[in-house]
């Protein structure tokens, strides 16, 4: 029998390079040797969004048609919307009993999301639950491994201090899933920090390359490089990132031509831009042959899928904690 896998991403709409080379590439490589479950978690959203929920359902829909550009395919994968297989809300109640309000507040995601969205003395209940909800995310299909970004590891930490506390109190039922990390490299966002649409920094798959050209003219390089012939510093440079996403064998010459001032930023990003450009082409062309009328019911179907697995393990969860 195949291992299983699951993971998922906010349903925040249309993806953005550092998802596509993050996460999703190494999605669509398990898909051949593993059982894949790729969810797509609006009820995450609304820990943070519960009141700018607009756009949901576009949101929704927006990301699958991305997810299968890419390269996920629902005839190997099951995708799914979170809300649709209540089983995850039933099991994560049940594991708000057994987890110590301590290893909520100790998360690092959780002080980074205090501090980036303002949040003090505003924290909800359910942001503060955001990863006992994503543990039964992945223990509802008792999977094997996670694949995610490194800003996810102290989340699936906790999915496995939860599957430990649940199995030693009750019966051991569910395996402690590892988390299978990208080797690609890191990719900062257009201003240097984390790559986000909300932060307004994200170079999208599915835009215009005029679009992406005139993002990357107006990237963060470094701020001492301010003519042609300046010695520059490639390793705080956005730019100099992308590059290690595009050009493996170039990026030795690029930091040689940098460090010399024998290149200057206007051309080494036009060369960079052209270069992303070539890289995305085969995933922009893959929009045109996604079905997306039928993305309503493929999100549907794989949806009862999910909901077959997640509803087995809750009766064994039920059983095990003697609720009738
Ligand atoms: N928290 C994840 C993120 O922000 C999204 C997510 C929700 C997830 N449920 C999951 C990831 C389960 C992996 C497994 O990207
Ligand atoms: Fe960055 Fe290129 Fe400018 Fe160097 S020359 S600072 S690598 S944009």
Known sequence: M????????RATGKIHIGNLFGVLTNWVKLQSKYECFYEIADLHVLTTNYNHNEHMRSNIKEMAIDWMACGISPEKSTIFIQSLVP????????????????WLERNPTLKE????????????????????????????????AVPVGEDQLSHIEITREIARRFNSVYKSIFP????????????????????????????????LPEITKEKVKKAFTDPLKIHKNDKGHPDGCVVFAYYKL?????????????????????NCKEELANLLNKLL?????????VNQEDIDEILEEGSRKARKVAKETLCEVKEVMNLW
């Open 246 to 266: 595009v050009n493996v064998e170039k990026i030795e010459e690029v930091r040689k031509l940098c460090t010399q001032g024998k290149i200057g930023c206007v």
């Open 281 to 289: 082409v085969p995933y922009r062309e893959a929009y045109s042959k």
């Open 2 to 9: 195949k291992k299983k896998i699951l993971s998922g991403n």
């Open 113 to 144: 999301q205090i501090r980036d969205l303002n949040l003090q003395d505003k924290v909800n209940y359910g942001l503060l639950g955001y990863p006992v909800l994503q543990a039964a995310d992945i223990l509802a299909y008792k999977a094997d």
């Open 87 to 102: 089983e995850h809300a039933e099991l994560y109640l049940f594991f708000s009993m057994l987890v110590p309000l301590g």
């Open 176 to 207: 402690e899933p590892k988390a299978l990390l990208t080797d690609s490299p890191k990719v900062p966002g257009l201003d240097g920090r984390k790559m986000s649409k909300s932060l307004d920094n994200a170079i999208l798959v599915d835009e």
